[in-house]
């Protein structure tokens, strides 16, 4: 029997229900796909980035469903895809379009990958340029998307170590390494979130758990906000994403984990949260890049502290859906905390916050952050362009605004 600590047992609990791993989602349609035969997916989360995935799969002959909440995918095998009619739109989603160039390079037909504003500013030749060391002939406009694709190829695998940490470079590498001759590997410096590894091993009945990234504005909230205990069930406690936990439990917070099991391969459990006294940090870069997209909700919680908090190796967060590290101290500054940073590193002092207008450049993690730190401190914090949270998390606003936790 698990005992948990007094200051749990003694409160009364509120529980949110927290969308399922987006990650995993995206890992689950694509791999699913690539099988022969029914694959049943199970708390599949329908967001607007893993939609961008379910499209572009239909466009080359694949049968998705969705049945009660489960969504069946038809898988067609390595080569049953077909050639789709028009450009193959990824929307907002990175994962959609470097996951999906790694198995469109090894295809017998011809490709264009395109995506919205955001995303056609981020860089692609992180992908573009190992998949050309397979034998791949694929082209970047200025380094960017739209990818042109020439199908056709005969891959050979390759040994690679990406000059970046990026689970989606590994994952890219790794699916086009499912048609390659020879033995494809990626060798890492940093871990990443290893999804994909565990999702080729996986078949036939996939149960995605709860995203952590998502639970962890909520985890944010429980620790900073007075009042009951918040109870987060079946989040996925994979540890190559455990960073935001392993951070927050630095800085004091009161974190505890019931009902620990797997589904499939993939760890999960139960979540309690509550108020905690936060204090600064350092945050190198090892811990950081398990907490990649926790990155702007850690801002939040480090504002709340009465001290400096350091955040190094913050190179990679200037190529997400935004320059997050920019957004973030432009945001913060507005509302009156002081936030430096220099190439390698930013420093948050915590502070007094005032009304202020925040700028959340189309990002859906930059816009939930400001919206939980209005919740947090019942000021009106003005946050304009902050309409993409359907991206990651549809019912974030329903939560944040019906929800008996606030």
């Not at 600590?5 to 990650?23: A, M």
């Not at 926790?294 to 801002?299: G, Y």
């Not at 952050?369 to 606003?397: C, Q, R, W």
Request: aromatic letters at 4%; glycine letters at 8%.
């Amino acid at each position: 029997m698990l005992l948990l600590p007094l200051w749990i047992v003694l409160l009364v609990i509120k529980s949110v229900v927290i969308p399922g791993d987006k990650s995993i989602s995206h890992r689950a349609l694509l791999i699913s796909a690539l099988r022969k035969g029914i694959t049943k997916i199970h708390g599949f989360l329908e967001s607007d980035d893993c939609i961008a995935t379910a499209r572009a799969l239909r466009m080359m002959g694949v049968t998705i469903e969705n049945k009660n909440d489960v969504w069946l995918v038809h898988g067609v095998g390595l080569h049953g895809l077909k050639a789709p009619k028009n450009s193959i739109d990824c929307g907002n989603s990175g994962t959609t379009m470097r996951l999906l160039a790694g198995i469109l390079v090894a295809q017998s037909f011809d490709s264009v990958l395109i995506g919205d504003e955001s995303l056609s500013k981020r860089p692609m030749m992180r992908i573009v340029e190992p998949l050309r060391k397979m034998g791949a002939r694929i082209e970047a406009t200025d380094g960017h998307a739209p990818l042109n694709i020439t199908g056709g190829n005969v891959l050979h695998g390759i040994s690679y170590t990406p000059p970046m940490a990026s689970a989606q470079v590994k994952s890219c590498i790794l699916l086009a390494g499912l048609y390659a001759k020879g033995k494809t590997e990626v060798v890492e410096p940093i871990k990443t979130r290893n999804h994909t590894e565990l999702m080729l091993e996986h078949k036939g009945n996939i149960q995605v758990p709860g995203d952590l990234s998502s639970a962890a504005f909520f985890i944010v909230f429980a620790c900073i906000r007075q009042g009951e205990a918040i109870r987060l069930p079946a989040i996925g406690l994979n540890p190559t994403r455990t960073g935001v936990l392993d951070i927050l439990r630095a800085m004091g917070a009161k974190i505890a984990i019931e009902n620990q099991r797997c589904f499939g391969s993939e760890p999960v459990g139960d979540m309690i949260i509550h108020a905690s006294k936060l204090k600064a940090v350092d945050i190198d870069e090892a811990m950081l890049v398990r907490a990649i997209d926790e990155f702007p909700i850690l801002m939040i919680a480090a504002a709340c502290t009465d001290g400096v908090t350091c955040f190094r190796g913050i190179e990679e967060l200037r190529h997400k859906e935004s320059d997050r590290v920019q957004a973030m101290q432009e945001g913060l500054t507005n509302l009156g905390i002081r936030v430096d940073v220099d190439v390698h590193e930013v420093r948050v002092r915590g502070g007094e916050f005032q009304s202020g207008v925040v700028d959340a450049r189309g990002d859906h993690r930059i816009a939930m952050a400001f919206y939980i730190l209005e919740k947090l401190i019942a000021s009106n914090i003005g946050v304009i362009n902050g309409d993409m949270v359907k991206t990651s998390f549809p019912n974030f606003h329903e939560i944040t605004y019906h929800s008996s936790i606030f």
